[in-house]
């Protein structure tokens, strides 16, 4: 039972212009999002989140949209860089501690 | 400042085996998490201390694994009698709260653990 889904395993896009990652959710009790984006052979690095008593945040480059209707969220990389390659996971948390995470997206920015 | 610490990087055992293995939080952190991650699949929750109190083990896998801190800062993972399907990286995290949250959780590099 996949509490948190991301449906897309991959995805390119070229550099300038503007990545979307995807994620779902079943759990209603879900109170926080979370984005990391993760290296080869290193643990995740937090990324942005979200609380969902609102519906977008932004920190620089990075968006976050949560409509708590759709059970559903996603995250904006705009512009994209190539740097920026590299496995997104999307996680949520219950009253806090521990965090579900989706499958991951591989995301690969073309130069 | 320095930030979440495991070792070994790299663990190959032979089944049947026993493995530790360690994680250092960041310094001052109250929680302190441990997760499986299976090649393609994202992280899984196994266990959370809140200082020394193992407060919820619900994601352990079976009762080979069994997790530490027993002065609310470095914690063990030790996974007794190692099966093929123990292979996987455990990542273990840390926060600077306890109780409920919502708090960023900052990770380690993983181990990779190996079981042949």
């Given at each position: 039972?996949?509490?948190?889904?991301?449906?897309?395993?991959?995805?390119?896009?070229?550099?300038?212009?503007?990545?979307?990652?995807?994620?779902?959710?079943?759990?209603?009790?879900?109170?926080?999002?979370?984005w990391?984006?993760?290296?080869?052979?290193?643990?995740?690095?937090?990324?942005?989140?979200?609380?969902?008593?609102?519906?977008?945040?932004?920190?620089?480059?990075?968006?976050?949209?949560?409509?708590?209707?759709?059970?559903?969220?996603?995250?904006?990389?705009?512009?994209?860089?190539?740097?920026?390659?590299?496995?997104?996971?999307?996680?949520?948390?219950?009253?806090?501690?521990?965090?579900?995470?989706?499958?991951?997206?591989?995301?690969?920015?073309?130069? | 400042?320095?930030?979440?610490?495991?070792?070994?990087?790299?663990?190959?055992?032979?089944?049947?085996?026993?493995?530790?293995?360690?994680?250092?939080?960041?310094?001052?952190?109250?929680s302190?998490?441990?997760?499986?991650?299976?090649?393609?699949?994202?992280?899984?929750?196994?266990?959370?201390?809140?200082?020394?109190?193992?407060?919820?083990k619900?994601?352990?896998?079976?009762?080979?694994?069994?997790?530490e801190?027993?002065?609310?800062?470095?914690?063990?993972?030790?996974?007794?009698?190692?099966?093929?399907?123990?292979?996987?990286?455990?990542?273990?995290?840390?926060?600077?709260?306890?109780?409920t949250?919502?708090?960023?959780?900052?990770?380690?590099?993983?181990?990779?653990?190996?079981?042949?």
């Open positions: 039972d996949q509490q948190v889904k991301q449906n897309s395993p991959s995805l390119s896009v070229q550099e300038g212009r503007i990545s979307i990652l995807n994620c779902d959710y079943t759990n209603s009790m879900f109170d926080y999002f979370l990391y984006k993760k290296y080869p052979a290193e643990g995740p690095t937090f990324l942005i989140s979200i609380s969902s008593i609102k519906d977008k945040n932004e920190d620089g480059r990075f968006t976050v949209f949560l409509n708590k209707s759709a059970k559903h969220l996603s995250l904006h990389i705009v512009p994209s860089q190539p740097g920026d390659s590299a496995v997104y996971f999307c996680a949520a948390q219950a009253a806090g501690n521990k965090l579900t995470f989706g499958g991951g997206t591989r995301v690969l920015v073309k130069p | 400042g320095a930030g979440v610490s495991q070792s070994p990087r790299y663990k190959v055992a032979k089944r049947g085996q026993d493995v530790a293995l360690r994680c250092d939080p960041i310094s001052g952190h109250v302190l998490f441990w997760y499986q991650q299976a090649l393609g699949q994202g992280p899984e929750f196994l266990t959370y201390f809140q200082n020394e109190a193992q407060l919820d619900s994601g352990l896998p079976s009762d080979r694994f069994f997790a801190r027993p002065e609310g800062s470095v914690s063990t993972l030790k996974i007794q009698r190692t099966q093929q399907e123990d292979s996987a990286v455990y990542l273990c995290a840390s926060s600077t709260e306890g109780g949250g919502p708090y960023e959780q900052y990770f380690g590099p993983g181990t990779r653990l190996t079981v042949t």
